[in-house]
């Protein structure tokens, strides 16, 4: 994987983008709700690095890092293929640690969205097999984001890759992973009800067979591949109750991307707020206005 001193540089250049509030000189892949995904070497990407919010000690790191593999062994215990993962991790300026899930860059036409896209039996049988896939791995203590985009057609075999939150739970049914990870980028005046009222519910979903597959049907309009959802309806008809429709579908998609919507204007928010009045460097690199 990523040698030590390339991930080093690739962090100072983070840093200065942070210091800066420009990420032109990061090869951004994409941004997840709590990770960043940059490809390096930025001109020609070998590795896809996926960037957590900065952990305080290495106990945090490592605690992390236990759950990680402990999700993944159960991933493949179940029968889900897994992109290869390594996490790593690199000190930065203030003493905290910058964690990053590695994987190898997947080719850009192996990717689910890119499958799916092209049509076909095969976009078909992809579908139907995340739709399986969901329906028998997702239980009480595995979770499963199921979305398109977090998928890849490689070799033939469904490969899933967005591992950077192990949806595992522990015997008692609490998360084993520590979900104050989900809250680091919101102001702290926020992080309570959030905590309290939001994330829950969110988790939750992770945890539901049927949700996961709502999920996943609502995220194609996202995808601008909605017309595909029939396929997804199709292969999940008759094995979750209540069955799901059309309109829930489309209801779900509006529902989430309002709450998505409102956290990430809570964040721009922030970020002015750090910036232009108390003259500090925000510590996250935010995208655009996301169409959903």
């Given at each position: 994987?990523?040698?030590?001193d390339?991930?080093?540089?690739l962090?100072?250049r983070?840093?200065?983008a942070?210091c800066?509030g420009?990420?032109s000189?990061?090869r951004?892949l994409?941004?997840?709700?709590?990770?960043?995904?940059?490809?390096?070497?930025?001109?020609?990407?070998?590795?896809?690095?996926?960037?957590?919010?900065t952990f305080a000690?290495s106990?945090?790191?490592?605690a992390?890092?236990e759950t990680?593999?402990?999700y993944?062994?159960?991933?493949d215990?179940?029968g889900?293929?897994v992109a290869?993962?390594t996490?790593r991790?690199t000190?930065?300026?203030?003493?905290?640690?910058?964690?990053?899930c590695?994987?190898e860059v997947?080719?850009s036409?192996?990717l689910a969205?890119?499958?799916v896209?092209?049509?076909g039996?095969?976009?078909r049988?992809?579908l139907?097999g995340i739709?399986?896939?969901?329906?028998?791995?997702?239980?009480?203590?595995?979770g499963l984001d199921?979305?398109l985009s977090n998928?890849?057609?490689?070799?033939?075999?469904l490969?899933?890759?967005?591992v950077?939150t192990?949806?595992?739970?522990?015997p008692?049914g609490?998360?084993?992973l520590?979900?104050?990870?989900?809250?680091?980028s919101?102001?702290?005046?926020?992080?309570a009800?959030?905590?309290r009222f939001?994330?829950?519910?969110?988790?939750e979903r992770?945890h539901r067979?049927?949700?996961?597959?709502l999920?996943?049907?609502?995220n194609?309009?996202?995808?601008d591949?909605e017309?595909w959802?029939?396929?997804?309806?199709?292969a999940?008809?008759g094995?979750?109750?209540?069955?799901?429709?059309?309109?829930e579908?489309?209801?779900?998609?509006?529902s989430?991307?309002?709450?998505?919507g409102?956290?990430?204007?809570?964040?721009?928010?922030d970020?002015?707020?750090?910036?232009k009045?108390?003259?500090r460097t925000?510590p996250f690199?935010l995208p655009?206005r996301?169409?959903?």
């Open positions: 994987m990523i040698p030590t390339e991930l080093a540089l962090e100072s983070v840093q200065r942070l800066s420009d990420d000189a990061l951004v994409g941004y997840g709700e709590i990770s960043l995904v940059i490809g390096w070497p930025r001109e020609s990407p070998r590795w896809a690095c996926k960037r957590l919010p000690s106990a945090d790191a490592d992390y890092t990680l593999d402990a993944l062994e159960v991933l215990r179940r889900v293929r290869p993962t996490v991790r000190a930065v300026p203030d003493g905290r640690l910058a964690v990053y590695v994987q997947l080719p036409d192996s969205v890119e499958v896209a092209r049509g039996r095969t976009a049988d992809l139907g739709v399986d896939t969901a329906l028998e791995v997702v239980d009480d203590h595995v199921a979305q998928w890849a057609l490689m070799e033939g075999q490969t899933y890759f967005d950077t192990p949806l595992l739970r522990g008692d609490s998360e084993r520590d979900t104050e990870i989900f809250l680091a919101l102001p702290p005046v926020l992080r009800p959030v905590r939001v994330l829950p519910g969110i988790m992770y067979p049927r949700s996961v597959v999920d996943l049907s609502a194609l309009i996202k995808e591949l017309g959802i029939g396929t997804v309806l199709a999940v008809e094995r979750v109750d209540p069955p799901l429709s059309d309109a579908v489309y209801s779900d998609y509006r989430d991307a309002r709450t998505w409102l956290l990430q204007a809570v964040r721009r928010a970020r002015l707020w750090q910036r009045v108390r003259r925000y690199l655009a996301i169409q959903r």
